[in-house]
């Protein structure tokens, strides 16, 4: 008995070190009661819920079209997405007070798409991509898209915050002005403090003068050289002074050049000797010649 006694006793102290233990905080906290979705644990994007209208972003060059009216940004309806598996989705676009029903999906990389069936059984296509809060719609032919700018994007949230804005597309709002009453305040230069009353002291004693700074000695200029006067100019009858040769140096010695060879001369061939002619017969006394032609 008093074996059993003790062990009681030993599980009192032991109960109460534990109670003291969970009042020091101790106790590991408790799991997260909501579990992720099987969209998030595929890394899925979540567009469940109902998304309004909330601007436009048309491009630059048609800028000018807009501000006359040549295109029109008519606002189009509202999207509501009443069920989400996966990457599935369905629901209604609403447009004025009808609602048509629509099935479409959903990408890892927030592209989104999806048709719209009229009662007549039209069909009207719908994509774009999810960022973050807001989804693009990018690509439509929905009736109230006949009248945008080409290339024109559709904004939509779930919680709109002002009005509807027209923008063009990559605009970068401009940063806000700075106040510029904390910088004047900022800018102001502290206010001068009061003078306070110098209590009068001995005068200094007098600084000994300075030497005397040493001028340096200026040297006068030498007088410029005299300049000769040009050589008159010789008279227009007198022809000009032939050039000065001039003078070779010592060192120098001078070639004459050597004659040019004579032409060499045709030797000298035995000339042949004439035949001889035949003698000369003497003419009879009663024969006249006449002279030739």
């Known amino acids: 008995?008093?074996?059993y006694g003790a062990f009681l006793a030993g599980m009192a102290l032991l109960g109460a070190a534990a109670c003291d233990t969970a009042k020091a905080g101790d106790v590991e906290p408790l799991p997260p009661l909501e579990r992720p979705t099987a969209e998030q644990r595929a890394g899925l994007p979540t567009v469940a819920g109902r998304w309004l209208f909330t601007g436009?972003?048309?491009?630059?060059?048609?800028?000018?079209?807009?501000?006359?009216?040549v295109y029109q940004l008519v606002p189009p309806g509202e999207i509501r997405i009443a069920t989400q598996r996966l990457d599935s989705i369905a629901g209604q676009y609403v447009r004025e007070g009808a609602g048509f029903p629509l099935t479409g999906?959903?990408?890892?990389?927030?592209?989104?798409?999806?048709?719209?069936?009229?009662?007549?059984?039209?069909?009207?296509?719908a994509s774009g991509r999810?960022?973050?809060?807001?989804?693009?719609?990018?690509?439509?032919?929905?009736p109230s898209a006949a009248s945008w700018p080409p290339e024109t994007r559709v904004a939509f949230v779930r919680r709109p915050r002002g009005a509807p804005f027209v923008r063009q597309r990559n605009f970068v709002p401009p940063p806000p002005a700075p106040d510029t009453t904390s910088a004047d305040s900022a800018a102001a230069p502290p206010a001068a403090a009061p003078p306070t009353a110098v209590p009068p002291t001995a005068a200094p004693a007098p600084m000994p003068a300075p030497p005397p700074a040493q001028v340096p000695s200026i040297q006068p200029r030498p007088a410029p050289r005299p300049v000769p006067p040009p050589p008159p100019p010789p008279p227009a009858n007198e022809p000009p002074p032939l050039p000065r040769a001039r003078p070779q140096p010592r060192d120098t010695f001078r070639i004459n050049p050597r004659p040019a060879p004579p032409p060499?001369?045709?030797?000298?061939f035995p000339q042949p000797e004439p035949d001889p002619q035949p003698p000369v017969r003497p003419a009879p006394r009663d024969t006249i010649r006449f002279p030739p032609g």
Do not use: C, H
């Not at 436009?56 to 009216?69: G, L, M, N």
């Not at 959903?106 to 069909?123: K, L």
């Not at 999810?130 to 929905?142: A, I, M, P």
């Open 56 to 69: 436009f972003e048309y491009p630059v060059e048609d800028s000018a079209r807009v501000r006359e009216q």
């Open 1 to 3: 008995m008093r074996r």
């Open 105 to 125: 999906e959903v990408r890892r990389d927030g592209i989104f798409s999806f048709v719209a069936f009229s009662g007549e059984g039209a069909a009207n296509f």
């Open 130 to 142: 999810v960022v973050k809060d807001t989804l693009w719609l990018e690509l439509t032919n929905f």
């Open 264 to 268: 060499p001369s045709e030797p000298d």
